[in-house]
Nanobody
Framework: QLQLVESGGGLVQPGGSLRLSCAAS????????IGWFRQAPGKEREGVSC????????EYADSVKGRFTISRDNAKIAVYLQMNSLKPEDTAVYYC????????????????????WGQGTQVTVSS
């Protein structure tokens, strides 16, 4: 059974950092593009960042460029999202998701191709 489990969320002050982890259970990540999404109350789910199956290509939403970094460790079957300089507007539930990617060097920030989602982890940025 394919399962993704997020961890690392929590409460942090503005300007602080968090590192989210997305662990795979029951499979390896080699042939999947992985994305991080977030959803704040009353808002639509939005793409934050993604990484291609090769790990050689990444994408970021404009709102997080220069602050967030995505990485993957296929040996550890995990993907990470390092979030620095956090702002109150980053507050949301963060989800990781994946889809089988034929193109090894591209990924998509739109939710549409992703067909396996984790349960989410809450990130709250507040003083």
């Amino acid at each position: 059974q394919l399962q993704l489990v997020e961890s690392g969320g929590g409460l942090v002050q503005p300007g602080g950092s968090l590192r989210l982890s997305c662990a795979a259970s029951g499979f390896t990540l080699d042939y999947y593009a992985i994305g991080w999404f977030r959803q704040a109350p009353g808002k639509e789910r939005e793409g934050v960042s993604c990484i291609s199956s090769s790990g050689g290509s990444t994408e970021y939403a404009d709102s997080v460029k220069g602050r967030f970094t995505i990485s993957r460790d296929n040996a550890k079957i995990a993907v990470y999202l390092q979030m620095n300089s956090l702002k109150p507007e980053d507050t949301a539930v963060y989800y990781c998701a994946l889809y089988t990617s034929v193109a090894r060097n591209m990924c998509m920030l739109a939710p549409n191709p992703y067909n396996n989602w984790g349960q989410g982890t809450q990130v709250t940025v507040s003083s």
